[in-house]
């Protein structure tokens, strides 16, 4: 009896590694070889995971990012053992405090000399939650009045942890969704987003002023990302809702609002109009606002029914000034002056044009020129107003005119620039928005290649270094030495690397043709130079002490330095704006074929072309060339392959 046939399994050859899409910018395949070389150290952790599934490397991933995070928050926080007013730790824990134990009414009223509540309402919810819990645990954290100043071990552990699941809950999850999104949109590989995901986690300024200084600034920005992963998921709407979210919680938000505004608008109207968008994008705006501000109004109209003997409450002062009263006892004049209470005490137009001493253009002309010189001419508020409305109307106009969603990260980032630079009221913490988007730029197509990785680490190390007189007065000297060396040398930066602008295959010869990912010799001395400036800074703050007449000199100096390295930073992404939504594609051309015919047709690489290592399309002769490790060029016809057959 013959035993039955086995069909033939050949043996599946082995797949030659080339440096595919998924590998693009952050490892070197070696030419004729099998061996991988990461680009910089972080490849080397997470490429040995490469082909696992994610359901085991995102875990390990965020447990390996939380330990730094919990771990930075083991030191000291803002306002630790400083009365009266401690800082911005005492400030949350006693809105915490406040919505416990007062009437929702009263929330943007009570003793507003000593903390008082100065974000929306979603802010306040979430105080609320967190201030319900934690009175289950222990009721001496939040006791009205007598828990003022309140500092114990437990007490830290727990406000920490807020932070921490907070962030987890929406920062973190809205990052994971994002970074799928936008990869796939992108045609980047797992490993390269993996990369981008760990890289952004790992942001010190992020880590240093929420679980350092001690703030929820992520609750908002894990918002903003969730708004920009509905774009790119095409969801419209609940990209509307989850901005909304993001206004609700600190109003820092609208550092991006002309430009979500700009694209929604753009999206809407072009290619052809689309009223039934529009509409149904300003209907769930108007009922998201209106969602979040509900348990407010409702909360003022149960205080109302059951006749609380509320104490009085002055009108706020733009009212005043217009000599408008109202009247607590009625429906219409409770609700409005809760309204009209919450939106003076979240944009504060009666304090100075900035607060301390921040890196933005107006502190910096102001140590020039005194700038009270200039209130006999104009409004300090509408100058300010002028300068940003200028600085933000590139990114507005460009998304308007070409709503792409590739173009969102480089508009956000420029037009939170534009508001941190020349806005009123700014914060050294504000940094954190322009950065955010700027960031996710890693994640992008070239966002792993040197020029990207060189540009948004020159930007996260000068935001850490503004930042670093703020994170002195709170004891954070080592978290941000630590912090901010370890992404450096994960991501192959200076002060550690300088792997972002040299490449050792790449000769040294003047007048060399630049690589597709390599940076201009200005740009590399203009950073080196940078870099230069502020190690120089830390070694005067560290060992010399200022002049006693300005003893604020060194403070001075550091915000002078920052300005002028964000104002960098704002031209690169407005540039960086323009040069991809295409607008300037003719120009190049032509520029292009006018150095070709003084060349006399000789081939003038770099204009007009795209190279990524694998391919280059060259769209004059309408051909791709493809090239192979260990082998020459070979051109064929765009769209075919071999024996001229079309390619799928």
């Known amino acids: 009896m013959s035993q039955a046939s086995t069909p033939h399994k050949p043996r599946k050859k082995k797949r030659q590694l080339v440096r595919s899409n998924t590998l693009t910018d952050i490892a070197r395949v070696e030419p004729g070889s099998d061996s991988i070389n990461p680009e910089f150290n972080l490849v080397s952790f997470l490429l040995p995971a490469r082909g696992k599934s994610q359901w085991i490397s995102i875990p390990l991933i965020l447990i390996f990012t939380g330990l730094f995070r919990w771990a930075t928050g083991i030191w000291g926080y ?77 007490l830290k552990v727990y406000m920490r942890a807020t932070v921490i699941i907070s962030e987890y809950l929406v920062y973190v999850a809205a990052l994971i969704i994002f970074i799928r999104h936008y990869s796939r949109s992108q045609g980047i590989g797992t490993t390269a987003a993996n990369t981008a995901l760990v890289a952004i986690l790992m942001q010190p300024a992020t880590m240093l002023i929420d679980h350092g200084h001690f703030q929820y600034n992520t609750v908002m920005l894990g918002f903003v990302i969730a708004s920009l992963s509905s774009i790119y998921a095409n969801r419209p709407l609940w990209s509307c809702i989850y901005f909304v979210l993001a206004l609700g919680f600190k109003q820092m938000a609208l550092y991006y609002a002309p430009a979500i505004f700009a694209y929604l608008l753009g999206s809407s109207l072009t290619p052809r109009l689309r009223i039934s968008r529009l509409l149904a994008i300003a209907i769930i705006t108007i009922l998201a606002f209106a969602a979040v501000l509900a348990p407010l109004m409702a909360g003022t109209l149960y205080d109302l029914y059951r006749g609380f003997d509320l104490p009085y409450r002055p009108p706020p002062a733009f009212l005043a000034q217009r000599r408008i009263t109202l009247d607590p006892k009625t429906t219409t004049g409770a609700l409005t002056l809760q309204l009209s209470q919450m939106i003076h005490r979240i944009f504060p137009f009666a304090r100075g044009l900035f607060e301390d001493k921040v890196a933005n253009f107006w502190c910096t002309l102001h140590t020039f020129y005194k700038l009270h010189r200039l209130e006999s001419y104009i409004q300090l508020p509408r100058l300010s107003a002028y300068f940003t409305f200028m600085t933000i109307l590139p990114s507005m106009s460009v998304l308007f005119g070409c709503p792409r969603p590739s173009l969102i990260p480089y508009a956000f980032a420029s037009c939170a620039f534009g508001f941190f630079l020349f806005s009123f009221q700014v914060h050294e913490k504000s940094i954190l928005l322009p950065l955010l988007p700027m960031t996710l730029l890693l994640s992008s197509k070239k966002g792993l290649s040197k020029e990207y990785r060189a540009w948004i680490g020159f930007a996260n190390a000068v935001a850490v270094y503004t930042m670093f007189p703020l994170l002195r007065r709170d004891g954070l000297r080592t978290p941000y030495t630590v912090l901010s060396l370890l992404w450096s040398w994960l991501l192959g930066l200076p002060p550690l690397s300088m792997s972002c602008y040299y490449d050792p295959d790449l000769p040294n010869v003047p007048g060399r043709p630049l690589a597709p990912d390599e940076l201009r010799t200005l740009t590399k001395i203009f950073h080196w130079w940078f870099y230069a400036v502020m190690g120089f800074w830390h070694l005067l703050a560290a060992f010399a002490e200022p002049p006693a007449t300005k003893p604020d000199l060194w403070v001075v100096v550091n915000a002078c330095v920052g300005c002028v390295g964000f104002v960098v930073c704002y031209v690169w992404c407005t540039w960086k704006l323009i040069l991809e939504s295409g607008l300037l594609n003719d120009y190049f051309e032509d520029t292009a074929k006018y150095i070709d015919s003084l060349m006399g047709g000789e081939e003038v690489w770099g204009v007009g072309e795209q190279q990524d290592g694998v391919e280059k399309e060259e769209n004059a002769e309408d051909t791709i060339v493809v090239q192979s490790p260990g082998s020459g060029e070979k051109a064929t016809p765009k769209g075919k392959g071999k024996g001229g057959k079309k390619r799928r």
């Open 78 to 154: 803002s306002g630790q053992g400083i009365p009266p007013m401690h800082g911005d730790f005492e400030a949350q824990r006693h809105w915490m405090e406040v919505t416990q134990h007062t009437p929702v009414s009263m929330w943007y009223f009570y003793d507003l000399p000593y903390w008082g509540l100065d974000y929306p309402p979603l802010t306040a919810y979430h105080s609320w939650v967190c201030g319900k819990i934690g009175t289950l645990i222990n009721p001496e954290w939040f006791a009205l009045f007598t828990s003022r100043g309140y500092e114990s071990p437990d």
